[in-house]
Structure formats: C-alpha cells, structure tokens
C-alpha cells in the first residue's frame, strides 16, 4: 500500500530537548515536504527536498532542521524545541513532474506539544 | 503577507444541494491550483487540480473554476454529502512550492 509514514503520531516534551520527527514514503517519490498546520493558520511549509541531499526552505523554517540522505525518508528535527512549536506537523510526498508534483500524499500527522 | 486567501472560516449546506468553496490569490505567476480535503485525524488528500492555462476541470461531483482576471478559484461539490463534511484547502503552486490557504470547514447537513 502506497504510503507516508510519520514517527511518533504524538509527542510531549520540553522546552530545548532536541527531538526528531520520521518520515518515510514508499512511493519512489522524488519530492518531500514539512508542513505545520495551526488554528487559524491553515497549512505552512517548512522545508522541502526536491531529491537526495537537495532540501530547501519553505516558508516558516526558522528553529527546524532536516536531512535527505536517502530518498525514501526525510526526518525533521527540532535541535531546541520551543513552545511556540507546538503544533500539528505534516510530512508528504509526490513526484516530481510539474503535474505530479501538485499532487502530495501526506502522511496522517505528527502532534506535538512543547512544554 | 498571505498570498492565498480562504475567507470563510466555515460553511454550512443541506444535503443535495451544492456546496461552493471560494479563494482568492495575489500572485498572477501561480501556474497550478488545488484543493485539498482533510478528515480529523488524518493528513490531507488531494481532491482536483486546475492549471493556470484553463478555465474549468470537472471530476464527477467536484469541478474546480478558475478566473484569472479576478484571481479567483471555487470549488463546486454537487450534490453534497454527508462524506462531503471535512476541511477544504485551497492552494496554489509555482516552481517547486505549494501555498495553501487557511481552510474552510464545510458542514452538510441532514
């Protein structure tokens, strides 16, 4: 089954305790990509990989790292969490065709709270 | 600045009758646009696309209009169901990023 699978699906933690979000696609997918959706905000890229070791910042990449040292994951890291990034998190990918690349398979969500 | 504008929070429409989803967008060079449908608990999915070159793209229920001298794009759902309740996302794509909308929650009643 074609899928975006994200790690873990809820996370508490503390204020500076780095921590670190999976993502993993099994679609051969070229392209990848953080989002944060918050009440009222809607959703919000972070980064994106347009293939392996190729990432580029989105629109809210401030206090987030990632790598894409294979193509298949892409792990989000927070090296100092705040509370302000507390929030809903979103992996997804697609392929990498101009159509294709519209069309993102997002995993099911990563909560996380910061304390 | 929000480059992609869903102006109504949420909507309410009775079953059977069609449900419209507007948004507005400020950048003239977005060349895709899309909807998104996404259920509690769940990551979005993709429901219809539009390129910037055309004026309508219809997929069964759903047919997407755009109108590029307004800058506007609606989404139309006909006839709406109860499977139909969800949060839409409007957004709009240019190069290699995507810019989504704040949502709108739509509610179909019984």
């Known amino acids: 089954e074609a899928q975006v699978t994200q790690n873990p699906r809820y996370l508490i933690t503390v204020t500076g305790k780095k921590l670190t979000v999976t993502c993993s696609q099994n679609m051969n997918h070229e392209y990848m990509s953080w989002y944060r959706q918050d009440p009222g905000l809607g959703l919000r890229q972070i980064y994106y990989?347009?293939?392996?070791?190729?990432?580029d910042k989105g629109d809210v990449p401030e206090g987030y790292k990632v790598s894409r040292k294979e193509k298949r994951n892409f792990p989000l890291i927070l090296e100092s969490p705040s509370p302000n990034q507390t929030s809903l998190y979103f992996c997804?990918?697609?392929?990498?065709?101009?159509?294709?690349?519209?069309?993102?398979?997002f995993g099911a969500g990563t909560r996380l709270s910061v304390l | 600045d929000q480059q992609v504008k869903q102006n109504s929070p949420s909507l309410s429409v009775q079953e059977g009758r069609i449900s419209i989803l507007n948004c507005d967008y400020t950048n003239s060079m977005f060349d895709y646009f899309l909807w998104y449908k996404k259920y509690p608990a769940e990551g979005p999915t993709f429901l219809i696309s539009?390129?910037?070159?055309?004026d309508k793209n219809e997929d069964g229920r759903f047919t997407v209009f755009l109108n590029k001298s307004a800058k506007h794009l609606s989404l139309h759902i006909v006839p709406s169901q109860p499977g139909d309740s969800a949060v839409y996302f409007c957004a709009a794509s240019r190069d290699d990023k995507i810019i989504f909308g704040k949502g709108t929650r739509l509610h179909i009643l019984p």
């Open positions: 539009i390129s910037s070159i055309k």
């Open positions: 990989s347009m293939n392996v070791e190729v990432t």
């Open positions: 997804a990918s697609s392929g990498d065709s101009a159509i294709a690349k519209n069309i993102q398979y």
